[in-house]
């Protein structure tokens, strides 16, 4: 006989557990599927406000938004030159659709009566905000005004979709993706928002437990994300060129305002100034931290240096993981999850090139695989010590219910996500088109989406006011080939067109006759100009005003 075999339970209370556990379950389902019952309206009490908490919910709605901005910063930095604009543009008109959505219609759908599926449209227009957010009562009753929540939980309706950006990075045409905004905020966040974070979805019902989002916000983003990457293929020359970010403190500067953005996110989903709201904001502080040291740890140990690009999102994959349970786990529980979200995102960004799936940005690495990862931590690590409203996961004793109810939510979030996503896409694609066509993108399309024609540049180097930095030696070239008619002038040695003394090259797009152009031969290009240094013609030894030029689209490509 094996030496304690005796402590091992026997055949048929293994048999019973399984029995109970089952039973459990079916009631769960039956409760998160039962139609509510529908009841008369009820006003909401404004004795029953705290004050605290209502200046503390509307100071982490202004963090939360600070988010939006940072993620523009965060993407932009990543991606190559010419399509900075294009990223702030999309994340700035993110903001604005998606506050119009949800004032008009899309917190009504999130958190009006309606069924376990979807809410009604009691609330469209933020009317009747008057009466009780339904399901808020007993001891989910709010402590703060109606609008006020409504207010916070915009926040999250706006920086959901600003998410998925990064994941299509390089390719969005501005047309397809504000229908696209519109159609996945009704379609997508909105029922799933009402699953989850309503008491009335089936979600909340069945048990599972979010408390700021990783299954609304992150696991719905990833999986968009990835549906998008799918639908709207890799980039051009991905994966044989090098596409490294250009400007790594632009993204620092980005998960800077992240890292501060994710206090509000957190803590100010315990809709309270009170402890809770304490320890989601330790527990999102740790977990960040200890994400970033993990992330940049294992770089360490498989290239045997660290990245600037890898700390930024270790910090980002912690912040996400500790989203779900934020608010249910103790401190040195967050240190855990911060460990699994950096070693585990780490790895999962890098499998995308060995499944040659360009997700631009390692939004599904780290939004997706992050956000699932928290959401079993819940089930492992929840505790009621630190919110009686919460569960009991498995390692205190809760056994393997709360975890399965976590990994069931999150895999049919996931999929939903994913499979609508995937047909707006396809819908949105048949229609006006998805992706910048192969030209556009290689000549700079950011500056055709945005209309925006940058100010002169002057051949002598100077710049005025937000004009970009040019290597008109390349920008010369390229509109050589693209422009036969253009005229080419060339420095003299000592010109300082990019600050160097080695002759440079600009490009005149006025007339040869109106400026009455020497010509000199040369060949496979049109005729040249001398410019003494500091950019003056050299006409009759009398230096005149500088040459100026227009910096046209192409002036985008080489940043």
């Not at 909105?190 to 089936?202: E, I, R």
């Not at 890799?234 to 044989?240: A, H, T």
């Not at 009759?540 to 080489?558: E, M």
């Amino acid at each position: 006989m094996i030496k304690g075999a005796s402590t091992w339970p026997s055949a048929p209370i293994l048999c019973q557990y399984r029995i109970q556990f089952v039973l459990d379950f079916r009631r769960a389902v039956q409760h998160a599927f039962a139609i509510p019952a529908s009841g008369d309206s009820v006003k909401y009490n404004p004795e029953s406000m705290d004050p605290a908490a209502m200046a503390w919910v509307l100071a982490s709605a202004a963090l939360v938004l600070i988010m939006v901005p940072g993620i523009a910063f965060f993407y932009s930095g990543m991606v190559r030159a010419m399509n900075v604009l294009s990223m702030l543009m999309q994340n700035f008109v993110v903001m604005a659709l998606a506050s119009v959505l949800w004032v008009l219609v899309t917190f009504s759908l999130a958190f009006g009566e309606g069924n376990a599926f979807v809410g009604d449209l009691h609330f469209a227009g933020l009317s009747n905000l008057d009466e009780v957010v339904p399901g808020f009562t007993d001891e989910h009753a709010l402590v703060v005004l109606p609008i006020v929540f409504a207010l916070f939980q915009m926040m999250f309706a706006a920086v959901t979709p600003a998410l998925i950006t990064g994941a299509a990075a390089d390719r969005w045409r501005l047309a397809a993706f504000v229908p696209f905004v519109v159609c996945w905020s009704i379609l997508v966040y909105a029922p799933v928002a009402h699953w989850v974070f309503s008491p009335l979805g089936w979600v909340s019902r069945l048990g599972a437990l979010d408390f700021a989002g990783g299954l609304v916000v992150h696991v719905s983003a990833g999986a968009a994300g990835l549906a998008l990457a799918v639908v709207m293929g890799r980039r051009q020359g991905w994966p044989e060129e090098p596409m490294p970010p250009h400007n790594l403190p632009l993204v620092l500067l980005g998960a800077a305002l992240l890292w501060f953005g994710w206090f509000g996110f957190n803590s100010g989903s315990a809709l309270a100034a009170n402890g809770l709201a304490a320890q989601a904001f330790i527990n999102t502080n740790t977990a960040c931290a200890v994400g970033l040291l993990s992330w940049i740890s294992v770089e360490r140990l498989r290239y045997g240096k660290t990245t600037t690009r890898g700390a930024a999102s270790g910090a980002v994959a912690g912040l996400v993981s500790v989203t779900p349970g934020a608010g249910y786990i103790t401190t040195s529980e967050a240190i855990v999850v911060g460990v699994l979200a950096g070693v585990c995102c780490s790895f999962a960004v890098s499998a995308k090139e060995w499944l040659r799936l360009d997700a631009s940005l390692d939004v599904v690495g780290v939004h997706l695989i992050g956000g699932f990862i928290g959401s079993l931590a819940v089930g492992l690590f929840a505790s009621e010590a630190v919110n009686p409203l919460g569960g009991t996961g498995l390692f205190h004793g809760g056994g393997y219910r709360l975890l399965s109810l976590q990994a069931l939510a999150g895999v049919v979030a996931a999929a939903y996500s994913f499979v609508a996503t995937y047909l707006i896409a396809k819908l949105i694609d048949r229609i006006v088109g998805l992706r910048v066509s192969p030209a556009r993108s290689c000549r700079a399309w950011t500056w055709r989406c945005t209309a925006k024609w940058p100010t002169t540049f002057r051949a002598g180097g100077v710049r005025n006011a937000g004009a970009p930095r040019l290597r008109a030696a390349e920008v010369a070239a390229e509109e050589c080939a693209d422009r036969p008619e253009s005229v080419r002038v060339t420095t003299s040695p000592g010109s300082h067109v990019t600050g160097s003394a080695r002759p440079q090259t600009v490009t005149n797009l006025r007339s040869p006759r109106k400026m009455g152009v020497n010509h000199e031969a040369r060949p496979n290009c049109t005729p040249v100009r001398t410019l003494a240094p500091g950019g003056c013609r050299r006409t009759g030894g009398v230096p005149r005003r500088p040459l100026r030029r227009h910096a046209g689209p192409d002036a985008f490509l080489h940043g």
